[in-house]
């Protein structure tokens, strides 16, 4: 099988290669650069563009572009290496020059600096253009948002502009999504805010301080550096910022109090200079984070975060630039402190073949979770080469208090009862260092990088756990346990590669990389109920001597071992650009040894080796019509640790057996997407997703019906797959555009594969569960003016279940959701921003289930003194119909939970927000 991998492997390459000998004598190398204002610094329109040789010959010329976004732009063409000059001429400036060199016909794309003119007078009238509050400009896979267009209640942060964007979605970790495509970095002028924590700024940064929000693929730093695409762009969000914010200082403060004892405190403040930024936020609240009222829509009762929140954070960043915008030394730093309050009762059920399980329980948890995280980067980017440096060190404290009750039963009885104490502490610290380099030769480059990562945790649990089985088969079951652990793991990893420009739009990028991962473990258990002469109720306590606890060390539940990892990657990397697109072929070759020293009553010893082939495949072309094609292939090997052959039974209803026999996983991947340039106010865009799975990692369940005990086993089983599918349409139904409908369907289909039965059952092991979803999102919105704007949106979520496995009951059912969003200025300056939606669930076999919530949220603002006072008073679930109870319903079971949350309140606070600018000369 390797011997195969590797022939796969080496004839790729040599078809790959082959390309060196396509030669040609001459070719068109495209010149691209941008003519700006040498006071605004922004792009200017009604520019002509010369290119001449060292001796003023003319080659080429042309207009640049005149459009918002793309002022200045110009696109030029050369055919022999040589030096150039470039000259912009405008009408009531002076002529600007920059000049070139191209030294190598394999140079694809070349970027002279940019060229700023100055003006001839300062005498001319300033024409000032008042530009129509359009909300989107789309051109190509482009889009750019107009902030002013949206109107938003008064002390609106980041994160509620991004919700009112059409085709924009936000889940509560801060992920933004559009069009369906996952953002994988939010930029603030360009720059990373915090980077690693963009939620600081989605609820940190005023929304009235944004201009314009763009969403692109921003060019990685390969492709800067070859002033060519090399396919390591990324998708990101750039939130750019009005010029009166953008230099000087910002401040925004924030207090508020409200009924049922809740509070909110928080403070940002931002300095701007041409050459730095320092930015200081504080928050503090017990509104379970960023729960608030939500006025756009998206609140739905079963997404409440459940529990008490008390959150506690400060953060504090500085950037420095070193003469361009990519080019920087920064550090940023951030403290948090939570205190959790959970409390929750739940009933689930477990489908089995045979007969279902049923598990009812009450805990009550409280949970303190001190984090500090620092970051800093020194990044440097040259037209010769290129240096990225990350040192990154963190600090988690977590402690934790806890008790619960449970009971297990099957369809005829209760089979037990289990009652658990439980306190845990643990710290867990990290450091990572990160540097990547890169030197431009002529037409190719060269690039290395070092990574390395060092992390180590201590845990330590103290735990009762009382379990009394009803029908007296087994005898009653106490046990109070002491758990130590400790977890150390370094990684190591560094490569080359050299990237050779076969021709201007074809490059090959032979590579080398070396991963090393040392992992190093201990989890000792010792049964405190066997020490003589104490109180074995009493947990948190331990004996006085080390030859007391060593004496009641469970040997049998716990194990040390030691893990090696060692893997090695050949790779050949392709990268073709054509006049509307690029494509890239990646065909890498991994050899991965993992080597495991295990101790758990004696000694286990795990080693596994493979050749993995991973080829994958990106092609991106067309214009309007923007098409992406993504092809994956990934591998693994299984989780050593589970491949030891033991029983593990520490939780006497939770049985762990390892499996020896596990195989290579296999991953296959397979997107298409399309969207389409519809003009300022329409959008179009499609997705479509398969993944299939060959050897998943499934947890064979077998459930002891006179005992309520559950055997589980890790297995590899093929047949699990999944298809998703998004279609995204935004449409301006008027002409003016102020009517707009948005419109997000999502399609999922998946088909599981698990295995569960009941002991001694003769029926099969193998069972398969179908799960469709469909959700649909519709918002219809109207604003005629600047002091109205009203939006009906809704919601649908269809579900269906479906097993061919005994005793199933499918389940086909959903919920949907219809409301209005409002916001209207009001006499005396008030503005109302109010949402009232009704949340409605239907087609569940348990009636509990089929509910119908409606929920009322409301704010009123007024702003004083020219805006620097806000005041504002919110309503959070004024009709008290919010549920805290959930319900969730999954391929392997139902579960339906309470969980204490915040009840309504009213809530008045208090604004003030600044700016200093410097002084114009």
């Not at 976004?69 to 912009?88: E, N, P, S, T």
């Not at 190509?140 to 509620?160: H, K, P, Q, R, V």
């Not at 402190?337 to 409390?343: C, I, L, P, R, S």
Request: proline share 2%.
């Amino acid at each position: 099988m390797n011997k195969n991998i590797i022939k796969r492997f080496i004839l790729f390459s040599i078809l790959i290669l082959s390309f060196s000998k396509i030669q040609a004598k001459t070719y068109n190398h495209v010149v691209q650069g941008r003519v700006v204002d040498n006071m605004t610094g922004l792009g200017m329109p009604s520019i002509f563009v010369k290119l001449m040789t060292e001796d003023s010959m003319i080659i080429d010329s042309g207009w640049a572009r005149s459009g918002e976004m793309d002022a200045g732009l110009y696109q030029l063409m050369v055919h022999k290496v040589g030096r150039y000059i470039i000259k912009a001429e405008c009408k009531g400036y002076n002529a600007g020059y920059t000049e070139f060199n191209l030294r190598s016909n394999r140079q694809s794309t070349l970027f002279p600096s940019k060229i700023y003119l100055t003006k001839i007078s300062n005498d001319l009238p300033e024409v000032v253009a008042k530009a129509t509050k359009v909300k989107m400009i789309m051109q190509g896979d482009t889009i750019i948002y107009n902030a002013d267009a949206f109107n938003l209640a008064e002390g609106s942060m980041l994160d509620e502009l991004i919700t009112h964007l059409p085709g924009a979605k936000l889940n509560k970790n801060g992920q933004i999504f559009v069009n369906g495509k996952y953002i994988q970095s939010l930029l603030v002028n360009g720059k990373d805010f915090f980077s690693g924590n963009p939620k600081i700024a989605l609820e940190n940064l005023p929304a009235y301080t944004v201009s314009r929000i763009k969403v692109y693929h921003k060019e990685g730093a390969m492709s800067r550096l070859r002033s060519k695409n090399m396919g390591d762009d990324s998708y990101v969000m750039n939130v750019s910022l009005k010029k009166e914010y953008s230099k000087g200082y910002i401040e925004n403060l924030e207090t508020g109090l409200g009924t049922k004892n809740r509070y909110r405190a928080k403070a940002l403040g931002i300095l701007f200079t041409d050459v730095d930024r320092t930015l200081f936020y504080a928050n503090m609240n017990n509104l379970n984070d960023n729960q608030h009222a939500e006025l756009n829509g998206e609140w739905k009762p079963q997404d409440v975060p459940y529990g008490l929140l008390t959150t506690k954070e400060a953060g504090l960043s500085y950037i420095h630039f070193l003469g361009n915008e990519e080019s920087w030394v920064a550090s940023e730093n951030t403290f948090m402190h939570t205190d959790g309050d959970n409390q929750s009762t739940s009933n689930s059920q477990t489908f089995l073949p045979g007969g279902d399980s049923f598990v009812h329980r009450q805990s009550d948890n409280i949970v303190k979770t001190t984090t500090w995280n620092s970051k800093n980067s020194f990044y440097l980017q040259k037209k010769k080469y290129n240096i990225a440096n990350d040192l990154m060190l963190k600090y988690i404290h977590n402690h934790g208090l806890g008790q619960s009750t449970a009971s297990t039963s099957d369809s005829m009885s209760v089979l037990n009862h289990v009652m658990e104490g439980t306190t845990l502490n643990s710290h867990d610290f990290s450091l990572s260092f990160k540097n990547e380099n890169a030197i431009d030769i002529i037409a190719d480059m060269l690039c290395w990088n070092i990574h390395f990562n060092y992390n180590r945790n201590t845990y330590d649990e103290f735990n009762v756990n009382d379990v009394q089985y009803t029908n007296n088969t087994y005898p009653r079951d106490f046990r109070n346990n002491y758990i130590n652990k400790l977890n150390q793991q370094f990684e190591f990893n560094t490569g080359a590669s050299y990237d050779y420009a076969v021709t201007p739009s074809l490059d090959v990028n032979p590579g080398y990389s070396y991963f090393y991962n040392n992992n190093k473990a201990d989890n000792l258990l010792y049964r405190l109920d066997k020490l003589d002469g104490i109180d074995s109720t009493r947990y948190s306590i331990l004996p006085s001597t080390a030859e007391a606890l060593a004496s009641v060390f469970d040997k049998l539940n716990s194990y040390r071992y030691h893990e090696y990892q060692n893997e090695h990657k050949f790779m050949i990397r392709t990268v073709y650009n054509f006049k509307k697109g690029y494509i890239v072929v990646n065909l890498p070759l991994r050899l991965v040894h993992k080597n495991m020293y295990y101790e758990r009553n004696g000694r286990h010893d795990v080693s596994r080796e493979h050749f993995f082939f991973e080829p994958n495949l990106n092609l991106r072309y067309g214009k309007k019509w923007l098409k992406e094609i993504a092809i994956k292939m990934t591998s693994m090997i299984p989780d050593l640790t589970t491949m030891v052959d033991y029983r593990d039974n520490s939780n006497p209803l939770y049985i762990i057996l390892g499996n020896p026999y596990q195989n290579m996983q296999h991953d296959y991947d397979l997107n298409y997407s399309v969207s389409h340039e519809g003009g300022s106010h329409d959008i179009i865009s499609y997705h479509i997703g398969f993944h299939l799975t060959d050897n998943d990692l499934a947890y064979s369940t077998i459930f002891n019906a006179q005992t309520g005990i559950s055997t589980v086993q890790p297995v590899s089983v093929d047949g699990n797959w999944k298809v998703n599918v998004d279609m995204n349409q935004m449409h301006a139904i008027n002409q003016s555009g102020n009517l707009t409908i948005d419109n997000q369907t999502t399609l999922n289909i998946e088909h599981n594969v698990d295995m569960a039965t009941v002991e001694n059952s003769t029926e099969s092991q193998r069972s398969t569960v179908t799960n469709v979803h469909v959700n649909d999102i519709v918002k219809l919105n109207y604003r005629p003016n600047d002091q109205f704007e009203c939006s009906l949106h809704a919601e649908g979520n269809y579900y269906l279940i479906h097993s061919c496995r005994a005793n199933f009951s499918n389940i086909n059912a959903g919920d949907y959701h219809i409301g209005i969003n409002t916001q209207l200025l009001l006499p005396w300056k008030l503005q109302l921003t109010t949402d009232f939606t009704m949340f409605a669930r239907r087609g569940y076999q348990q009636r509990e289930m089929n509910t119908t919530d409606w929920i009322w949220n409301a704010q009123f603002t007024r702003s004083l003194f020219r805006g620097k006072i806000l005041v504002k008073l919110q309503g959070f679930d004024i009709l008290h119909q919010l549920s805290s109870t959930q319900y969730a319903v999954n391929a392997q079971g139902r579960t339906e939970s309470w969980y204490n949350s915040i009840p309504r309140y009213l809530m008045l606070s208090l604004a003030w927000r600044f700016n200093i600018n410097p002084k114009k000369k």
